[in-house]
C-alpha cells in the first residue's frame, strides 16, 4: 500500500505496517458499556492517567472511541478497558523514561508527541497487511491491535514497544531530517510494493535491510532499525547481519553507524545507552532476560536472569 508523506505547514502521515492473515471480526468485538462515553467526570482511570501521563509528561491519551481520529473508512474497533492501563504503563516505561534518562526533560518536552490514540482492533489495509501505528503532524501517535496484546509475553510487549520506537523516529525525523548519506547505502532496493511475495525476509535480508517493510521507502528503512536496534538489542542486530552476508552486513552496520551518529550529533543521546536502558526495563518489568543478558556480556558483568 501507499502512504503519502505529505509535507506541508508541518503536516506528515508516517505509518508502520505488517502484513497479516485473519478475520476482521476477530478484535470488534468489544463492552462498550465500560467506556461512560457520556460522562464527561473524570474516572479513576483518567485521575490515574493525569497523573502519571499528563501531567509530569504533558501527554493526552485518548482511549475513548473517537472515529475522526483514524481513516473513517476503515472498521475500527477501541480499545478494551482492561487494556488501557497496561498499555499506558508500557508508553511510560519502555518510552518515555527511557529517554528522559538518556535524553533529559528537556528532550521531552521539545520532541516527545503531545498525544497518543489507542485502537484495539488493527487497520486493516487492501493490499493485505494491516497498519499497526502512525505517527500524525509530529505530535499524535496512534497505537492500533491493542485488544489481543499479552502484556505477560515478554515477545509481545517488545513487537508493540517496536511500533511504538518506530512512529517516535518518524516525529525526530521530522524535527531533523535523516542524513542524506542514509538513503544511499541501499537506494536500489528499495521498493514501494514491498508486500509482494516475491519480497521474502530472507531476500531482504540479503539486500541489507532489517525488515521486509524497511525496503518500502528509506524514511521507513531508517525507523526500522532505530526501532529493532533498541527493543531486540544489540547482539541480535549483530547476528541478524552477519547472518546476511558480508555485503549486506557491511551495509546494515553503515546504518546503524548513521542511526547512532544522528542521535548524538542533533539530539546529544548517547544510542548505546539508550539501548542499554531500554533492555533494562524490558527485563525488570516485563521479564525479557535475554535482552538485558547481552549488554551484561557486552560491558563484562554476568548478570544472571
Known amino acids: 500500500m501507499k ?21 476482521k471480526s476477530d478484535t470488534l468485538d468489544v463492552d462498550m ?17 493525569s497523573a502519571n501521563l499528563t501531567d509530569p509528561y504533558n501527554i493526552e491519551l485518548v482511549y475513548r472511541f473517537d472515529r475522526n481520529l483514524t ?11 482492561e487494556k488501557i492501563k497496561p498499555t499506558a504503563e508500557a508508553i511510560i516505561n519502555i518510552f518515555l523514561k527511557t529517554y528522559e534518562k538518556v535524553g533529559g526533560s528537556d528532550f521531552i518536552r521539545k520532541y516527545t508527541p503531545k498525544q497518543f490514540v489507542l485502537y484495539g482492533s488493527p487497520s486493516y ?22 485488544n489481543d496484546l499479552n502484556f505477560t509475553d515478554p515477545a509481545q510487549v517488545s513487537r508493540k514497544m517496536r511500533t511504538i520506537h518506530h512512529e517516535f523516529t518518524h516525529i525526530l525525523n521530522q524535527m531533523i531530517a535523516i542524513p542524506p548519506e542514509f538513503r544511499t547505502v541501499t537506494n536500489a532496493d528499495y521498493n ?27 524514511t521507513e528503512d531508517f525507523a526500522e532499525v532505530v526501532a529493532h536496534l533498541l527493543v531486540e538489542g544489540q547482539m541480535w542486530y549483530d547476528t541478524y547481519a552477519k547472518a546476511a552476508g558480508a555485503t549486506a552486513q557491511a551495509k ?6 548513521l542511526v547512532v551518529d544522528y542521535f548524538k550529533q542533533y539530539f546529544d543521546i548517547d544510542f548505546r545507552v539508550l539501548q542499554y ?24 558483568i554476568i548478570v544472571y536472569p
Open 33 to 49: 458499556s465500560r467506556y461512560e462515553l457520556t460522562v464527561k467526570e473524570k474516572t479513576e482511570l483518567d485521575d490515574w492517567i
Open 277 to 300: 536502558e531500554v533492555a533494562k526495563v524490558l527485563r525488570e518489568v516485563y521479564n525479557e532476560k535475554t535482552k538485558y543478558f547481552q549488554y551484561g556480556i557486552r560491558n563484562g
Open 3 to 23: 502512504f503519502k508523506n505529505i509535507i506541508n505547514a508541518g503536516l506528515i502521515g508516517l505509518a508502520l505496517i505488517n502484513t497479516v492473515s485473519c478475520r
Open 192 to 218: 514501494e510494493d514491498w508486500t509482494n511475495a516475491a519480497n521474502t525476509a530472507e531476500l531482504a535480508q540479503s539486500l541489507g535491510f532489517i525488515s521486509r517493510y524497511a525496503r518500502s521507502q528509506y
Open 125 to 146: 489495509n487492501s493490499n493485505g497487511s494491516i497498519t499497526l501505528g502512525t505517527a500524525d503532524g509530529g505530535r499524535r501517535v496512534v497505537l492500533y491491535e491493542l
Open 71 to 81: 481513516d473513517v473508512g476503515k472498521d475500527i474497533s477501541p480499545i478494551k478497558f
Open 252 to 257: 546494515l552496520k553503515k546504518k546503524e553507524a
